[in-house]
T-cell receptor
Framework: AQSVTQLGSHVSVSEGALVLLRCNYS??????LFWYVQYPNQGLQLLLK??????LVKGINGFEAEFKKSETSFHLTKPSAHMSDAAEYFC????????????FGTGTRLQVTL | NAGVMQNPRHLVRRRGQEARLRCSPM?????VYWYRQLPEEGLKFMVY????????ESGMPKERFSAEFPKEGPSILRIQQVVRGDSAAYFC?????????????FGDGTRLSIL
């Protein structure tokens, strides 16, 4: 079974500051990990994915995430926040060897202030 | 290049009525997934379908909920005799296959409100 824990349901940063959104996972098999972003009244858009290749994954809009097996973490970062980054961010995990249903965390709402 | 299309975007039903939610996957995608998002929560997996087959329905409530993905036409999520607790956003996602480097693409969801 898989699960995801996102620490911090709300994160607020100043424009230009570092963005760090935390995600820890639990999986009995090597996981595939994803970050999705959701803007109000819209669906989820894939930011990046980890599929057992490079541990540092670069995504769209300047985001990246590092897979750390020893820490069971997959934190999302961006060096400099922009106002347009304000949204809800979801970390998700899927198991290898099974149907690829996604198990989501509860989400982190990112607020970007001037 | 159309993405995953869901309709309606908003649906209002009274308790006891039926709700039908439709999802057309992206072109070339033959795998469909339904998720439910309750207020202030993440998405919860409901069901995974391929054309004419239900592959995994482990997240579906045992009663009142059903899903299909016919050979022709969109996938349908059907909720019979709706109750207030069914109020949620329902998202459909599609993928071309189950290879794990093929991510799911999501629609904009159907917001279901039960009066």
């Amino acid at each position: 079974a898989q699960s995801v824990t996102q620490l911090g349901s709300h994160v607020s940063v100043s424009e230009g500051a570092l963005v760090l959104l935390r995600c820890n996972y639990s999986s009995s098999v090597p996981p595939y990990l994803f970050w999705y972003v959701q803007y109000p009244n819209q669906g989820l858009q894939l930011l990046l994915k980890y599929t057992s290749a490079a541990t540092l994954v670069k995504g769209i809009n300047g985001f990246e995430a590092e897979f750390k097996k020893s820490e069971t973490s997959f934190h999302l970062t961006k060096p400099s926040a922009h106002m347009s980054d304000a949204a809800e961010y979801f970390c998700a995990v899927s198991a290898t060897g099974t149907a690829s249903k996604l198990t989501f965390g509860t989400g982190t709402r990112l607020q970007v202030t001037l | 290049n159309a993405g995953v299309m869901q309709n309606p975007r908003h649906l209002v039903r009274r308790r006891g009525q039926e709700a039908r939610l439709r999802c057309s996957p992206m072109k070339g995608h033959s795998h469909v997934y339904w998720y439910r998002q309750l207020p202030e929560e993440g998405l919860k997996f409901m069901v995974y379908l391929q054309k004419e087959n239900i592959i995994d329905e482990s997240g579906m409530p045992k009663e009142r909920f059903s899903a299909e993905f016919p050979k022709e036409g969109p996938s349908i999520l059907r909720i019979q005799q709706v109750v207030r607790g069914d109020s949620a956003a329902y998202f459909c996602a599609s993928s071309p296959g189950t290879a794990f480097n093929q991510p799911q693409h999501f629609g904009d969801g159907t917001r279901l409100s039960i009066l």
